[in-house]
């Protein structure tokens, strides 16, 4: 599990209902978003902003969401990977790289 700095630089993608941030850490650049206050279907459309920013092998995606999103599991292809964590504070963070 990778630590999210305090400060990161914010961004708002296209048609995202939250904000989005960015931060390097040892030549990997990471988009973070936290829907972990959001319901249906603000999680799903979200992550698939995020995921479309996916352009590099250097590039990687952590969503922050209350449980983890199993729908969104069952729609990634083989285009993607993700590690799944449990936060202390219950919540779920998830991490996706595009496949090479």
Known sequence: MIEIPNFIE?????NATVEFGKFTKEDIEYIVFDTSRCGPPEPMVNAMIGLNLLTA???KLIMINHKPP????????DEYTFEEYTLENGNAMIIFSKRA
């Open 70 to 77: 199993k729908g969104l599991f069952d729609k990634l292809d």
């Open 10 to 14: 914010k961004f708002s993608p296209p």
């Open 57 to 59: 092998p250097t590039t």
